[in-house]
Protein backbone atom coordinates (compact mmCIF):
# COMPACT_ATOMS: atom_id res chain seq x y z
CA UNK A 1 0.00 0.00 0.00
CA UNK A 2 1.30 3.42 -1.12
CA UNK A 3 0.28 6.62 -1.55
CA UNK A 4 0.32 7.89 -5.22
CA UNK A 5 -0.75 11.01 -7.04
CA UNK A 6 -2.69 9.57 -10.43
CA UNK A 7 -2.78 6.17 -11.35
CA UNK A 8 -1.45 4.58 -14.50
CA UNK A 9 -2.62 5.63 -17.95
CA UNK A 10 -3.59 2.39 -18.77
CA UNK A 11 -6.03 2.23 -15.96
CA UNK A 12 -7.51 5.84 -16.31
CA UNK A 13 -10.39 4.21 -18.65
CA UNK A 14 -11.89 2.61 -15.41
CA UNK A 15 -14.58 4.43 -13.95
CA UNK A 16 -14.48 6.43 -10.36
CA UNK A 17 -17.42 4.81 -7.62
CA UNK A 18 -18.27 5.92 -4.81
CA UNK A 19 -18.98 4.52 -1.49
CA UNK A 20 -22.41 4.05 0.19
CA UNK A 21 -24.20 7.17 0.80
CA UNK A 22 -24.73 6.88 4.71
CA UNK A 23 -21.10 5.91 5.01
CA UNK A 24 -20.20 9.22 6.74
CA UNK A 25 -22.90 8.61 9.05
CA UNK A 26 -21.51 5.09 10.59
CA UNK A 27 -18.66 7.19 12.38
CA UNK A 28 -20.15 10.64 12.53
CA UNK A 29 -23.19 9.91 14.16
CA UNK A 30 -21.37 11.39 18.04
CA UNK A 31 -21.38 14.15 16.29
CA UNK A 32 -25.37 14.25 16.25
CA UNK A 33 -25.41 13.11 19.99
CA UNK A 34 -22.50 15.75 21.31
CA UNK A 35 -25.02 18.45 19.80
CA UNK A 36 -27.62 16.90 21.70
CA UNK A 37 -25.43 16.78 24.62
CA UNK A 38 -23.91 20.33 24.42
CA UNK A 39 -27.93 21.82 23.88
CA UNK A 40 -28.77 19.95 27.13
CA UNK A 41 -25.93 20.95 29.14
CA UNK A 42 -26.48 24.70 28.40
CA UNK A 43 -30.25 24.57 29.80
CA UNK A 44 -29.70 22.35 32.45
CA UNK A 45 -31.17 25.02 34.49
CA UNK A 46 -34.80 24.78 32.47
CA UNK A 47 -37.27 22.63 33.24
CA UNK A 48 -38.79 19.86 30.56
CA UNK A 49 -41.67 22.03 29.48
CA UNK A 50 -39.53 25.44 29.30
CA UNK A 51 -36.90 23.43 26.99
CA UNK A 52 -40.26 22.72 24.58
CA UNK A 53 -42.40 25.98 24.92
CA UNK A 54 -42.79 29.00 23.35
CA UNK A 55 -40.43 31.06 22.10
CA UNK A 56 -37.21 28.55 23.81
CA UNK A 57 -39.01 25.91 21.17
CA UNK A 58 -39.06 27.73 18.09
CA UNK A 59 -35.06 28.96 18.55
CA UNK A 60 -34.30 25.29 19.68
CA UNK A 61 -36.01 23.98 16.28
CA UNK A 62 -34.03 26.86 14.34
CA UNK A 63 -31.11 26.14 16.12
CA UNK A 64 -31.30 22.72 15.96
CA UNK A 65 -32.25 22.97 11.86
CA UNK A 66 -29.46 24.91 11.26
CA UNK A 67 -26.62 22.71 13.35
CA UNK A 68 -28.29 19.49 11.51
CA UNK A 69 -28.06 21.10 8.10
CA UNK A 70 -24.37 21.87 9.09
CA UNK A 71 -23.58 18.57 9.72
CA UNK A 72 -25.42 16.92 6.53
CA UNK A 73 -23.16 19.44 4.39
CA UNK A 74 -20.63 18.24 5.81
CA UNK A 75 -21.44 14.46 5.48
CA UNK A 76 -22.30 15.23 1.84
CA UNK A 77 -18.86 16.55 0.80
CA UNK A 78 -17.01 13.71 2.86
CA UNK A 79 -18.96 11.27 0.87
CA UNK A 80 -18.99 13.25 -2.29
CA UNK A 81 -15.13 13.35 -2.08
CA UNK A 82 -14.44 9.43 -1.15
CA UNK A 83 -13.87 7.33 -4.28
CA UNK A 84 -12.74 4.03 -5.34
CA UNK A 85 -11.38 2.34 -8.42
CA UNK A 86 -10.42 -0.96 -9.62
CA UNK A 87 -8.23 -1.81 -11.99
CA UNK A 88 -6.56 -4.19 -13.74
CA UNK A 89 -3.29 -4.27 -11.21
CA UNK A 90 -4.33 -1.57 -8.22
CA UNK A 91 -7.40 -1.17 -5.91
CA UNK A 92 -6.68 2.96 -5.64
CA UNK A 93 -9.14 5.08 -2.58
CA UNK A 94 -9.66 8.93 -2.39
CA UNK A 95 -10.45 11.02 0.11
CA UNK A 96 -10.42 14.20 1.88
CA UNK A 97 -12.00 17.49 1.17
CA UNK A 98 -9.15 20.48 1.73
CA UNK A 99 -6.17 17.85 2.21
CA UNK A 100 -6.73 15.56 -0.90
CA UNK A 101 -5.10 11.90 -0.58
CA UNK A 102 -4.90 9.01 -2.45
CA UNK A 103 -4.00 5.23 -1.45
CA UNK A 104 -3.36 1.96 -3.78
CA UNK A 105 -2.76 -1.38 -3.01
CA UNK A 106 -1.38 -3.51 -5.56
CA UNK A 107 -3.87 -6.31 -6.20
CA UNK A 108 -0.76 -9.11 -6.89
CA UNK A 109 0.54 -7.87 -3.20
CA UNK A 110 -3.18 -8.56 -1.51
CA UNK A 111 -3.23 -11.12 0.81
CA UNK A 112 -6.19 -10.97 1.99
CA UNK A 113 -9.52 -8.95 2.84
CA UNK A 114 -10.99 -8.88 6.05
CA UNK A 115 -14.48 -7.84 6.20
CA UNK A 116 -15.17 -5.86 9.26
CA UNK A 117 -18.26 -4.33 10.21
CA UNK A 118 -19.03 -2.18 13.05
CA UNK A 119 -22.63 -1.78 15.35
CA UNK A 120 -23.96 1.33 12.87
CA UNK A 121 -22.72 -0.72 10.36
CA UNK A 122 -24.51 -3.60 10.83
CA UNK A 123 -27.69 -1.91 11.83
CA UNK A 124 -27.51 -0.27 8.12
CA UNK A 125 -26.23 -3.26 6.19
CA UNK A 126 -22.73 -1.82 5.56
CA UNK A 127 -19.57 -3.15 5.75
CA UNK A 128 -15.99 -2.38 5.27
CA UNK A 129 -12.85 -3.92 3.26
CA UNK A 130 -9.68 -4.19 4.85
CA UNK A 131 -6.76 -4.73 2.94
CA UNK A 132 -4.26 -6.87 3.78
CA UNK A 133 -0.91 -6.33 1.67
CA UNK A 134 2.62 -7.75 1.33
CA UNK A 135 4.57 -4.84 0.92
CA UNK A 136 2.57 -2.69 2.96
CA UNK A 137 3.97 -0.16 5.05
CA UNK A 138 0.96 0.15 6.92
CA UNK A 139 -1.44 -2.38 8.60
CA UNK A 140 -4.22 -1.98 5.98
CA UNK A 141 -6.07 -0.09 3.37
CA UNK A 142 -9.54 0.42 4.39
CA UNK A 143 -12.77 0.81 2.18
CA UNK A 144 -15.79 2.43 4.05
CA UNK A 145 -18.60 1.76 3.70
CA UNK A 146 -20.62 -0.68 0.48
CA UNK A 147 -23.50 -2.68 1.22
CA UNK A 148 -22.32 -5.91 2.81
CA UNK A 149 -23.54 -7.95 -0.67
CA UNK A 150 -21.66 -5.51 -2.55
CA UNK A 151 -18.53 -5.58 -0.42
CA UNK A 152 -18.30 -9.27 -0.81
CA UNK A 153 -18.63 -9.28 -4.34
CA UNK A 154 -16.02 -6.75 -4.46
CA UNK A 155 -13.76 -9.19 -2.06
CA UNK A 156 -13.99 -12.01 -4.29
CA UNK A 157 -13.59 -10.12 -7.53
CA UNK A 158 -10.34 -9.19 -5.99
CA UNK A 159 -9.21 -12.02 -4.71
CA UNK A 160 -9.66 -14.23 -7.74
CA UNK A 161 -7.64 -11.49 -9.28
CA UNK A 162 -5.02 -11.28 -6.98
CA UNK A 163 -4.45 -14.97 -7.32
CA UNK A 164 -3.97 -14.64 -11.59
CA UNK A 165 -7.84 -15.70 -12.20
CA UNK A 166 -8.60 -12.77 -13.70
CA UNK A 167 -10.93 -13.20 -16.51
CA UNK A 168 -10.06 -11.86 -20.15
CA UNK A 169 -12.57 -9.20 -20.19
CA UNK A 170 -12.54 -7.78 -16.50
CA UNK A 171 -14.53 -4.60 -16.79
CA UNK A 172 -17.69 -7.07 -18.39
CA UNK A 173 -16.77 -9.08 -15.69
CA UNK A 174 -16.80 -6.93 -12.84
CA UNK A 175 -20.04 -5.38 -14.09
CA UNK A 176 -21.72 -8.69 -14.20
CA UNK A 177 -21.03 -9.16 -10.74
CA UNK A 178 -22.44 -5.92 -10.25
CA UNK A 179 -25.71 -6.39 -11.79
CA UNK A 180 -25.99 -10.22 -10.82
CA UNK A 181 -28.48 -9.90 -8.16
CA UNK A 182 -26.62 -10.61 -4.50
CA UNK A 183 -27.85 -12.81 -1.98
CA UNK A 184 -29.85 -10.90 1.22
CA UNK A 185 -27.38 -12.15 3.53
CA UNK A 186 -23.88 -13.66 1.80
CA UNK A 187 -22.78 -15.45 5.28
CA UNK A 188 -24.61 -18.79 4.07
CA UNK A 189 -22.81 -18.88 1.32
CA UNK A 190 -19.46 -18.48 3.22
CA UNK A 191 -20.66 -21.43 5.59
CA UNK A 192 -20.43 -23.93 2.66
CA UNK A 193 -16.69 -23.72 3.33
CA UNK A 194 -15.50 -26.78 5.61
CA UNK A 195 -16.40 -25.78 8.99
CA UNK A 196 -13.36 -26.30 11.22
CA UNK A 197 -14.98 -24.76 14.47
CA UNK A 198 -17.00 -23.25 16.43
CA UNK A 199 -17.53 -22.03 19.86
CA UNK A 200 -20.85 -22.41 21.53
CA UNK A 201 -22.25 -19.36 23.68
CA UNK A 202 -22.23 -20.93 26.93
CA UNK A 203 -18.74 -22.71 26.30
CA UNK A 204 -17.41 -18.97 26.26
CA UNK A 205 -19.07 -17.46 29.11
CA UNK A 206 -17.93 -20.61 31.28
CA UNK A 207 -14.14 -20.03 30.04
CA UNK A 208 -14.03 -16.59 30.71
CA UNK A 209 -15.25 -17.19 33.89
CA UNK A 210 -12.68 -19.88 34.30
CA UNK A 211 -9.55 -17.57 33.66
CA UNK A 212 -7.68 -16.50 37.32
CA UNK A 213 -7.14 -13.31 35.73
CA UNK A 214 -11.20 -13.02 35.86
CA UNK A 215 -11.59 -14.79 39.29
CA UNK A 216 -8.64 -12.73 41.10
CA UNK A 217 -10.37 -9.29 39.29
CA UNK A 218 -14.14 -10.44 40.87
CA UNK A 219 -12.90 -11.31 44.21
CA UNK A 220 -11.12 -7.45 44.64
CA UNK A 221 -13.76 -6.08 42.81
CA UNK A 222 -15.95 -7.94 45.50
CA UNK A 223 -13.71 -7.17 48.33
CA UNK A 224 -13.95 -3.35 47.68
CA UNK A 225 -17.62 -3.15 47.09
CA UNK A 226 -18.09 -4.89 50.69
CA UNK A 227 -15.67 -2.57 52.50
CA UNK A 228 -17.81 0.18 51.03
CA UNK A 229 -20.76 -1.11 52.37
CA UNK A 230 -19.22 -1.17 55.62
CA UNK A 231 -18.41 2.07 55.37
CA UNK A 232 -14.85 2.71 54.49
CA UNK A 233 -15.29 6.34 52.34
CA UNK A 234 -12.08 5.87 49.75
CA UNK A 235 -12.88 2.93 48.87
CA UNK A 236 -15.20 4.00 46.28
CA UNK A 237 -12.22 5.66 44.62
CA UNK A 238 -10.62 1.80 43.87
CA UNK A 239 -13.87 0.97 42.73
CA UNK A 240 -14.90 2.70 40.05
CA UNK A 241 -12.09 2.57 37.64
CA UNK A 242 -11.58 -1.14 38.66
CA UNK A 243 -14.76 -2.04 37.78
CA UNK A 244 -14.70 -0.15 34.45
CA UNK A 245 -11.09 -1.51 33.79
CA UNK A 246 -12.33 -5.04 34.07
CA UNK A 247 -15.49 -4.52 32.70
CA UNK A 248 -13.31 -3.34 29.38
CA UNK A 249 -11.22 -6.28 29.13
CA UNK A 250 -14.46 -9.01 29.69
CA UNK A 251 -16.49 -6.98 26.90
CA UNK A 252 -13.22 -7.50 24.78
CA UNK A 253 -12.62 -10.87 25.43
CA UNK A 254 -16.33 -11.42 25.31
CA UNK A 255 -16.63 -9.81 21.78
CA UNK A 256 -13.74 -11.80 20.61
CA UNK A 257 -15.43 -15.35 21.17
CA UNK A 258 -18.85 -14.48 20.30
CA UNK A 259 -20.30 -16.26 17.71
CA UNK A 260 -16.86 -16.91 16.72
CA UNK A 261 -16.70 -19.75 13.96
CA UNK A 262 -13.85 -21.17 11.89
CA UNK A 263 -13.86 -22.32 8.29
CA UNK A 264 -11.41 -24.05 5.86
CA UNK A 265 -10.50 -21.31 2.56
CA UNK A 266 -8.89 -22.16 -0.60
CA UNK A 267 -6.01 -20.29 0.79
CA UNK A 268 -5.79 -21.15 4.22
CA UNK A 269 -8.59 -20.34 6.91
CA UNK A 270 -11.07 -18.12 7.47
CA UNK A 271 -12.74 -17.23 10.97
CA UNK A 272 -15.63 -14.51 12.11
CA UNK A 273 -17.08 -13.34 15.04
CA UNK A 274 -18.46 -10.33 17.15
CA UNK A 275 -21.31 -9.08 19.14
CA UNK A 276 -21.80 -5.92 18.76
CA UNK A 277 -19.44 -5.55 15.90
CA UNK A 278 -18.37 -8.10 13.41
CA UNK A 279 -14.89 -9.10 12.11
CA UNK A 280 -13.68 -11.74 9.06
CA UNK A 281 -10.08 -12.27 9.08
CA UNK A 282 -8.61 -14.45 6.22
CA UNK A 283 -5.27 -16.76 7.26
CA UNK A 284 -3.60 -17.17 4.49
CA UNK A 285 -2.17 -20.51 5.84
CA UNK A 286 1.76 -20.07 4.14
CA UNK A 287 1.85 -16.84 6.26
CA UNK A 288 1.68 -18.40 9.54
CA UNK A 289 4.73 -17.75 11.28
CA UNK A 290 3.73 -19.38 15.03
CA UNK A 291 1.14 -20.68 16.59
CA UNK A 292 0.20 -21.61 20.51
CA UNK A 293 -2.14 -23.76 22.15
CA UNK A 294 -2.31 -22.47 25.68
CA UNK A 295 -4.52 -23.72 28.15
CA UNK A 296 -5.37 -22.14 31.85
CA UNK A 297 -5.56 -24.30 35.04
CA UNK A 298 -8.93 -24.57 35.19
CA UNK A 299 -9.80 -25.45 31.61
CA UNK A 300 -7.12 -28.52 31.72
CA UNK A 301 -9.83 -30.10 33.70
CA UNK A 302 -12.29 -30.15 30.89
CA UNK A 303 -10.07 -30.43 28.03
CA UNK A 304 -10.11 -26.69 26.46
CA UNK A 305 -7.33 -25.07 24.67
CA UNK A 306 -6.99 -21.56 23.31
CA UNK A 307 -4.94 -21.49 19.79
CA UNK A 308 -3.31 -17.80 18.24
CA UNK A 309 -0.72 -17.35 15.81
CA UNK A 310 1.83 -14.85 14.40
CA UNK A 311 0.25 -13.79 11.22
CA UNK A 312 2.17 -11.45 8.58
CA UNK A 313 0.06 -8.89 7.72
CA UNK A 314 -3.31 -9.57 9.28
CA UNK A 315 -3.63 -8.60 13.11
CA UNK A 316 -6.73 -8.14 15.50
CA UNK A 317 -7.19 -4.95 16.77
CA UNK A 318 -6.99 -5.70 20.38
CA UNK A 319 -3.80 -7.55 19.80
CA UNK A 320 -0.53 -8.59 18.76
CA UNK A 321 -1.24 -11.87 17.75
CA UNK A 322 -4.32 -12.85 16.27
CA UNK A 323 -6.54 -15.76 18.17
CA UNK A 324 -8.19 -18.42 15.74
CA UNK A 325 -9.66 -20.24 18.52
CA UNK A 326 -11.15 -18.73 21.47
CA UNK A 327 -11.42 -21.85 23.37
CA UNK A 328 -12.40 -25.28 22.09
CA UNK A 329 -11.80 -28.81 22.60
CA UNK A 330 -8.53 -31.30 20.88
CA UNK A 331 -10.81 -32.18 17.87
CA UNK A 332 -11.12 -28.61 17.29
CA UNK A 333 -7.43 -27.94 17.72
CA UNK A 334 -6.36 -31.02 15.62
CA UNK A 335 -8.64 -29.84 12.60
CA UNK A 336 -7.05 -26.13 13.26
CA UNK A 337 -3.62 -27.43 13.13
CA UNK A 338 -4.34 -29.99 10.64
CA UNK A 339 -5.10 -26.28 8.02
CA UNK A 340 -2.30 -23.48 9.63
CA UNK A 341 0.43 -26.26 10.11
CA UNK A 342 -0.83 -29.29 7.68
CA UNK A 343 2.90 -30.75 7.76
CA UNK A 344 4.53 -31.30 11.56
CA UNK A 345 7.21 -32.94 10.23
CA UNK A 346 5.99 -36.55 11.96
CA UNK A 347 3.54 -39.82 10.55
CA UNK A 348 1.44 -39.76 13.61
CA UNK A 349 0.87 -36.11 13.55
CA UNK A 350 -2.26 -36.63 15.69
CA UNK A 351 -0.34 -38.65 18.69
CA UNK A 352 2.49 -35.94 18.77
CA UNK A 353 -0.06 -32.80 18.51
CA UNK A 354 -2.02 -34.87 21.90
CA UNK A 355 1.46 -35.55 23.44
CA UNK A 356 2.18 -31.60 22.69
CA UNK A 357 -0.43 -30.45 24.42
CA UNK A 358 -0.13 -32.12 27.31
CA UNK A 359 2.15 -34.35 29.39
CA UNK A 360 4.92 -36.60 28.59
CA UNK A 361 8.04 -37.77 26.94
CA UNK A 362 6.37 -40.10 24.21
CA UNK A 363 7.32 -39.66 20.34
CA UNK A 364 10.61 -38.42 21.30
CA UNK A 365 10.01 -35.34 23.51
CA UNK A 366 12.55 -34.05 25.69
CA UNK A 367 12.35 -32.87 28.46
CA UNK A 368 13.54 -31.44 31.80
CA UNK A 369 16.22 -33.30 33.80
CA UNK A 370 15.00 -33.93 37.17
CA UNK A 371 17.20 -31.19 38.79
CA UNK A 372 15.06 -28.69 37.40
CA UNK A 373 12.76 -29.85 40.07
CA UNK A 374 13.74 -27.26 42.51
CA UNK A 375 13.49 -24.64 39.77
CA UNK A 376 10.48 -25.43 38.38
CA UNK A 377 8.39 -27.54 41.27
CA UNK A 378 5.12 -27.20 39.65
CA UNK A 379 5.97 -27.65 35.96
CA UNK A 380 9.36 -29.40 35.27
CA UNK A 381 7.62 -32.83 34.32
CA UNK A 382 5.98 -30.88 31.45
CA UNK A 383 8.75 -28.94 29.90
CA UNK A 384 10.06 -30.42 26.68
CA UNK A 385 10.64 -29.89 22.90
CA UNK A 386 11.03 -32.12 19.90
CA UNK A 387 12.44 -31.03 16.75
CA UNK A 388 10.58 -32.83 13.49
CA UNK A 389 12.05 -32.62 10.24
CA UNK A 390 9.86 -29.41 9.69
CA UNK A 391 9.20 -27.64 13.22
CA UNK A 392 10.13 -26.81 16.47
CA UNK A 393 7.46 -28.18 19.65
CA UNK A 394 7.98 -26.81 22.39
CA UNK A 395 5.88 -26.53 26.10
CA UNK A 396 6.24 -24.65 29.32
CA UNK A 397 4.02 -23.00 31.64
CA UNK A 398 2.99 -24.21 35.27
CA UNK A 399 -0.68 -23.50 35.79
CA UNK A 400 -1.54 -21.99 32.34
CA UNK A 401 0.32 -24.50 30.22
CA UNK A 402 1.49 -23.39 26.70
CA UNK A 403 2.69 -25.44 23.58
CA UNK A 404 4.37 -23.64 20.68
CA UNK A 405 4.92 -24.70 17.10
CA UNK A 406 7.47 -22.72 14.77
CA UNK A 407 8.34 -23.97 11.78
CA UNK A 408 11.88 -23.88 10.41
CA UNK A 409 11.74 -21.62 7.85
CA UNK A 410 10.10 -19.32 9.71
CA UNK A 411 12.63 -18.95 12.67
CA UNK A 412 14.23 -15.20 12.74
CA UNK A 413 16.31 -15.67 15.73
CA UNK A 414 17.59 -17.38 18.79
CA UNK A 415 18.39 -16.72 22.08
CA UNK A 416 20.31 -18.46 24.72
CA UNK A 417 18.28 -18.07 28.03
CA UNK A 418 20.67 -19.21 31.25
CA UNK A 419 20.34 -17.66 34.47
CA UNK A 420 23.05 -17.98 37.36
CA UNK A 421 20.33 -20.84 38.89
CA UNK A 422 20.34 -22.52 35.81
CA UNK A 423 24.39 -22.41 35.13
CA UNK A 424 24.43 -24.63 38.23
CA UNK A 425 22.61 -26.78 37.75
CA UNK A 426 24.00 -27.40 34.59
CA UNK A 427 20.44 -25.85 32.57
CA UNK A 428 19.60 -23.63 29.53
CA UNK A 429 16.63 -22.43 27.58
CA UNK A 430 16.40 -21.45 24.06
CA UNK A 431 14.01 -19.02 22.82
CA UNK A 432 13.07 -19.22 18.76
CA UNK A 433 11.66 -15.78 17.60
CA UNK A 434 9.45 -15.19 14.39
CA UNK A 435 7.98 -12.14 12.72
CA UNK A 436 3.92 -11.19 12.41
CA UNK A 437 3.36 -11.22 16.93
CA UNK A 438 4.67 -12.02 20.31
CA UNK A 439 4.78 -16.08 20.23
CA UNK A 440 7.98 -17.45 20.23
CA UNK A 441 9.01 -21.13 20.74
CA UNK A 442 10.25 -21.57 24.24
CA UNK A 443 12.78 -24.93 24.98
CA UNK A 444 12.89 -24.10 28.95
CA UNK A 445 15.31 -25.69 31.79
CA UNK A 446 16.62 -28.46 29.89
CA UNK A 447 20.34 -29.75 29.54
CA UNK A 448 23.18 -27.05 29.03
CA UNK A 449 24.65 -29.63 26.52
CA UNK A 450 21.47 -30.69 24.82
CA UNK A 451 20.47 -26.86 24.99
CA UNK A 452 23.97 -26.19 22.89
CA UNK A 453 23.52 -28.98 20.93
CA UNK A 454 19.47 -27.88 19.93
CA UNK A 455 21.47 -24.76 18.50
CA UNK A 456 23.62 -25.81 16.33
CA UNK A 457 21.40 -28.39 14.75
CA UNK A 458 18.89 -25.44 14.41
CA UNK A 459 21.60 -22.91 13.00
CA UNK A 460 22.73 -25.99 10.54
CA UNK A 461 18.27 -25.98 9.21
CA UNK A 462 18.24 -22.70 8.70
CA UNK A 463 21.36 -22.13 6.59
Known sequence: MSQSVEPAAGDSAEPWQRVHPASPFVHGWLAIIGLVYIYWQNTDELSWAERFSGDRLIWTVAGAGIALLVVLIFYFLSWYFTRYKLTSTHVYVNSGMLFRSQKQARIDKVQGIDIAQPLVARLLGLAELRFDVADSSESVLRLSFLRKADAHALRQVILQRARGGRPAHAPEAEQAAADAPAPADPQPAMQASPLMAKVPIGRLI??????????????????????????????????????????????????????????????????????????????????????????????????????????????????????????????????????????????????????????????????????????????????????????????????????????????????????????????????????????????????????????????????
Open 206 to 463: ASLFLQLPVIIGLLACLSMLVLWISGVEGIIAGLVPSVLAFGSWFYKQLNQGWNFTASASDTGMRISYGLADTRQHSIPSGRVQAISVTAPFFWRMLGWYKVEVNVLGTKSDDADNLQVLPVGDFESVARIMGILLPDLGVENQREVLATAVSTGSEHGFIGSPERAKPLSPGAWKHQGFLATGTTVISRYGWLARQASFVPHNRVQGMSWIQGPWERGRRLAGVRLHSAGGSITGYVHQIDADTAAEFIRAQTRRLV
